[in-house]
Structures are given as structure tokens and as C-alpha cells.
């Protein structure tokens, strides 16, 4: 069986291992004309997709590339007061299995694991789709597969070519996320720094490996912004508007939009479709039920529902439409509870009133001075993604080829 998936970040090269390890063929295609080096902006791998990547052979690769972020600086705006926060006990007690690492990492380390098995179309995108598995390409002759896969990302080509521009597929948060680089992260030493004023929150963190820093932005609005997701410009301007005269760091970190050599703007957006899949396609990750970018363990999301979907498909042995029902069958629960905990998680990071700040700086005050016992109780009743996935639970859909041995043509099932 031939299945071409869209997208190299996340979710498409675990789509891509977890077929090819059941005997599929496997073919992705990706705009960007190489797998992304640039580092990306930190996200986070818990319980289920730590066990899953563990199972993948990179785990070890993944520790070693954490951004070892260690301490928390959180700055309330117009005052002087700071607080420090040891990160290693939250992560600690907030969840089992954490790490914390660089989004262009997470997928290099992940794109490594399939490309001596999986062939890769870079510098290319899907312009058509046709019922019957016709594929037409921007660049590459058109080919025919079995099954196409969406796994594109939040604006997603596969799903907007197969489900249209449909109304109410898709609810704003009331909130949008920025992230560029910084050249220099020498004095920031493991440490997240935060300032947070009422309706918007900057940061800044480094790696230990990159040499680089990060700057992070989230911003509250009450309604969608007027720009299109690549005018890079009109993102930066928005950007500055929305932070102008927060604290002379962020008016440093600003200053770098011009100059970074990378650069994410989106909106905070949920995606609710009463299926994500139609005929010969479907969708993973981000492209088919995004819980919220930054605020939702989307990361973690997409690995599950990646490891899900080659084993539904193993499973049902090429039968897609009994494969996609019980795909989406297992991953709505975890999904319905990935869009609460990311509205929760927002309007803590991002407070609404002078209230707001001050519960949330009280509140790391609090978890800095518990103990042990006492901190790791708190953190686990309010720390609602942490014990979201922490609760999650993968089934073993077992090799269908030998274990250690990749798949080779003529493994795949006949359907």
C-alpha cells in the first residue's frame, strides 16, 4: 500500500517511522527545501510521546538535545519585584516524563530516524487531489497512492483541497504567539525570563547546546487580526504595536525583528471538525485538530495521533475507512481534553486584569517556597496538561515485520 504524506515538521516523519515499521510505503513531501536546522521556538514531549519516541530508538538523542532551561524570572510589569522559580521541581512534579526541546530539533531528530527508509519530496507541495488517489504536484509528476495524509500544520493544503474553507471548522482563542531568534544568549544561563503585563507576556530562554536565545511573545485581542499568515512585515508590526513600552528588555528583544534569522507569527487558533477524514485522506496533528499552538501540548498531540494512525491502519490491515474510524475513535477523548487544558493554560499566561497578574505571581511564589510534598500536590490538582497526558494511555499495536528489521518493498500489505 502506497501513502504519501504531507508535511515533514512533527507529526508527518512519526506518521512516516510508524508505517514504514508496519510495512507500508511511504512517501512525504514537504515545502521547505531541506528538514528545518533553524532550531524553532521550545515545545514540550510528555509521558505518551516520550514512550512512543523511546519505542522509536531516539530517545537518548531527544534528553540530549532539552534546552536544559533550569530557573524562572517572572517580572510583573511596572514593578520591581521579581520571582525565581526552580523549573526542575515544577517539570518534576507536574509530570512523570517531561523534556522540554527545540521544535527544528524534535524534527530533525525524528526525520533521521526515517530517511534511510522513507522516501522524502523536498522543495514540494500538493496543488490536487483526486478521489481515486490521483496526486498532482507543484513540481513532481503526478503519481497516484492509496492514501494521502495531511499532517501540513495548522493551514493545512490537504485539508483546505479536501474539506474547502469551512465555516466554523476553527475557533480563535482570543490570542497570537510570536517567536524570533537572538544571536546572543550568553547571560541568560539556563534561565526563562518572563515579563507579564495585563493581556500580554514576553520571554526569553536559551539552549545549552544552540548557542542562540528565543524570544516568545503572546498577546491577547478580541478579535483576528488583519494580516495573512506569510506577510512576515505586517506580523512584525503587529508585534511591536502589541508590546511597545513594556520593559526595556522587550524593547531590546524588538529590536531584532529586523535582523532574526527566524521568525513565527500565528494566531492562537483551535480547529473543531466533526471528522478529519473523507474518503482516501486524512489528517494528523496540528492540520486536523490543533488544540492551540504554545498552549495546548499540540507536540505531544500530533506524536500520539501519528503512532495512532499507523496502528489503526496496521491493524485493520489497509482497510482505511475501518482504519479512520477508529483513528478518530481513540483520539477524540485526548483531543476534547487537549482544547480545555489549552484554554486554561492561556488565560494564565496571558492575564486579563492586574487580578490576574498578581494570582499568577503569587502563585509561583507559592510553588517556590513549598516543599516537596506540598508542591508536587499543588502543581499536579492545577497543572491540568501536565495531568492531562500524564493520564493518557498509548496501546501497543506490536511490529507487523520483524522487529529490528526496516521495512522493504514487498513487506507492504496488499489491501
Known amino acids: 500500500m502506497r501513502i504519501l504524506v504531507s508535511g515533514a515538521g512533527i507529526a508527518g516523519p512519526v506518521l512516516a517511522y510508524w508505517l514504514n515499521r508496519h510495512g507500508f510505503s511511504v512517501t512525504v513531501v514537504e515545502r521547505a527545501v531541506t528538514s528545518r536546522k533553524t532550531g524553532g521556538h521550545a515545545v514540550d514531549l510528555f509521558r505518551p510521546a516520550m514512550e512512543i519516541s523511546e519505542r522509536m530508538g531516539v530517545l537518548e538523542r531527544i534528553e540530549e538535545c532539552a534546552t536544559g532551561t533550569a530557573r524562572l524570572t517572572l517580572r510583573p510589569e511596572r514593578s520591581s519585584r521579581a520571582v525565581q522559580v526552580d523549573l526542575g521541581k515544577i517539570f518534576s512534579a507536574a509530570s512523570d516524563r517531561h523534556v522540554e526541546i527545540m521544535r527544528d530539533d524534535l524534527s530533525e531528530i525524528y526525520y533521521d530516524a526515517t530517511r534511510d527508509d522513507v522516501e522524502y519530496l523536498f522543495g514540494d507541495s500538493i496543488?490536487?487531489?483526486?478521489?481515486?488517489?490521483?496526486?498532482?504536484?507543484?513540481?513532481?509528476?503526478?503519481?497516484?497512492?492509496?492514501?494521502?495524509?495531511?499532517?501540513?500544520?495548522?493551514?493545512?493544503?490537504?485539508?483546505?483541497?479536501?474539506?474547502?474553507?469551512?465555516?466554523?471548522?476553527?475557533?480563535?482563542?482570543?490570542?497570537?504567539?510570536?517567536?524570533?531568534?537572538?544571536?546572543?544568549?550568553?547571560?541568560?544561563?539556563?534561565?526563562?525570563?518572563?515579563?507579564?503585563?495585563?493581556?500580554?507576556?514576553?520571554?526569553?530562554?536559551?539552549?545549552?547546546?544552540?548557542?542562540?536565545?528565543?524570544?516568545?511573545?503572546?498577546?491577547?485581542?478580541?478579535?483576528?487580526?488583519?494580516?495573512?499568515?506569510?506577510?512576515?512585515?505586517?506580523?512584525?508590526?503587529?508585534?511591536?504595536?502589541?508590546?511597545?513600552?513594556?520593559?526595556?528588555?522587550?524593547?531590546?528583544?524588538?529590536?531584532?525583528?529586523?535582523?532574526?534569522?527566524?521568525?513565527?507569527?500565528?494566531?492562537?487558533?483551535?480547529?473543531?471538525?466533526?471528522?478529519?477524514?473523507?474518503?482516501?485522506?486524512?489528517?494528523?496533528?496540528?492540520?486536523?485538530?490543533?488544540?492551540?499552538?504554545?498552549?495546548?501540548?499540540?507536540?505531544?498531540?500530533?506524536?500520539?495521533?501519528?503512532?495512532?494512525?499507523?496502528?489503526?491502519?496496521?491493524?485493520?490491515?489497509?482497510?482505511?475507512?475501518?482504519?479512520?474510524?477508529?483513528?478518530?475513535r481513540v483520539m477524540t477523548p485526548h483531543i476534547q481534553g487537549s482544547r480545555a487544558a489549552a484554554l486554561s493554560v492561556a488565560k494564565t499566561l496571558i492575564p486579563a486584569s492586574r487580578l490576574g497578574i498578581t494570582g499568577l505571581t503569587q502563585g509561583a511564589r507559592l510553588i517556590a517556597a513549598l516543599p516537596t510534598r506540598p508542591r508536587r500536590a499543588l502543581l499536579r490538582l492545577a497543572g491540568q496538561t501536565g495531568r492531562l497526558y500524564n493520564s493518557m494511555t498509548i496501546d501497543d499495536y506490536g511490529p507487523s515485520i520483524p522487529s529490528g528489521r526496516p521495512a522493504r518493498s514487498g513487506d507492504h500489505y496488499d489491501g
Open 127 to 328: 496543488t490536487g487531489l483526486s478521489p481515486d488517489g490521483g496526486v498532482r504536484f507543484e513540481h513532481a509528476a503526478p503519481r497516484r497512492f492509496d492514501l494521502v495524509i495531511g499532517a501540513d500544520g495548522l493551514h493545512s493544503t490537504v485539508r483546505r483541497l479536501v474539506f474547502g474553507d469551512r465555516p466554523g471548522s476553527s475557533t480563535f482563542i482570543g490570542a497570537y504567539l510570536g517567536v524570533l531568534t537572538l544571536r546572543d544568549a550568553a547571560a541568560l544561563d539556563r534561565e526563562l525570563l518572563i515579563h507579564v503585563g495585563v493581556g500580554r507576556t514576553a520571554g526569553m530562554y536559551g539552549t545549552r547546546h544552540c548557542g542562540e536565545a528565543r524570544a516568545l511573545f503572546l498577546f491577547h485581542s478580541e478579535r483576528e487580526l488583519d494580516y495573512h499568515y506569510r506577510d512576515m512585515p505586517r506580523q512584525k508590526e503587529l508585534l511591536r504595536n502589541a508590546f511597545q513600552d513594556m520593559h526595556p528588555d522587550v524593547d531590546h528583544w524588538l529590536t531584532e525583528l529586523d535582523t532574526t534569522p527566524a521568525f513565527y507569527f500565528d494566531s492562537i487558533t483551535q480547529l473543531h471538525l466533526d471528522t478529519w477524514s473523507r474518503g482516501r485522506v486524512t489528517l494528523v496533528g496540528d492540520a486536523g485538530y490543533c488544540p492551540g499552538p504554545a498552549v495546548g501540548g499540540s507536540t505531544t498531540l500530533a506524536v500520539v495521533g501519528a503512532y495512532v494512525l499507523a496502528g489503526e491502519l496496521a491493524r485493520a490491515r489497509s482497510d482505511h475507512e475501518r482504519a479512520f474510524a477508529a483513528y478518530e
